[in-house]
């Protein structure tokens, strides 16, 4: 039997998903609604494969399966989603995942993923093997990797913005904060980023995997 713990924020999903998944007799599936009560859950009960939504209020999908990973480097978590993430790619890749699978998949892709994953094969999808290439670190630079960086969310969602030209003012009036704020935001990612200017950062977001090029 393999034992899966599902983790999506909307009930009707989880509950949609583990239908679909027990429909193959050798699968069992528990549903949790948050990252905090997975964390918990995993104490006291063991699951062969972890199943997780990207985005969920609080504890993100990434935050989580970090957390997952370094509690068990040999656990194996699918990022269950029905957003975009190529921006989030190379974060997961380095936090350890072991493939995605899109929330509109069939159950027949479902099933598939889990027993990939499992045998210890990624899940990528073609469309993201793409980023692969393009978000190549040459060996022997002296750039900041991906495991440098301690980017959040909001961090990430302010170069997202960023890249799209948005002015200081302009990106105040969305955060609902002041102007000298978002200053002091950006020279703290620019500092993260060991880059000196708005393009030099969406250069190296991009580079890294944070932002995809096409939002530039």
């Known amino acids: 039997m393999i034992r899966i713990l599902l983790v999506d924020d909307h009930p009707s999903v989880g509950e949609g998903t583990k239908t ?10 528990s549903v949790v609604l948050s990252a ?3 964390l918990e859950i995993i104490q006291t009960e063991r699951f062969d494969l972890i199943l997780c939504d990207l985005n969920m209020p609080g504890i993100s999908g990434l935050e989580l399966t970090k957390r997952l990973i370094q509690q ?20 997961l890749i380095e936090s350890g ?6 929330k509109t998949a069939s159950r027949e892709q479902l099933h598939n993923a889990i027993r990939c994953a ?6 990528i999808p073609i469309s993201l093997l793409k980023q692969l290439k393009r978000n190549e670190v040459t060996i022997g630079r002296t ?19 960023v890249s799209t030209g948005i002015s200081n003012k ?3 009036v969305m955060l609902h904060v002041s102007q000298r704020n ?8 620019f500092e993260k980023l060991n880059v000196r200017s708005r393009s030099e950062a969406i250069k190296e977001a991009q580079r890294l995997g944070l932002i995809s090029v096409e939002q530039y």
């Open 20 to 29: 679909m998944i027990e429909q193959d007799s050798e699968m069992s599936v």
């Open 36 to 38: 905090i009560e997975a």
């Open 72 to 91: 068990d480097p040999e656990r194996k978590v699918i990022i269950y989603s029905g957003y975009e993430i190529g921006t989030h790619f190379n974060l």
């Open 97 to 102: 995942v072991s493939g995605f699978i899109s």
């Open 118 to 123: 499992m045998r210890g094969d990624a899940v």
């Open 143 to 161: 750039e900041v990797s991906i495991e440098d960086v301690s980017i959040t969310e909001k961090e990430q969602m302010i170069l997202h913005e």
């Open 170 to 172: 302009e990106l105040a």
């Open 182 to 189: 978002v200053e002091y935001q950006l020279s703290r990612i």
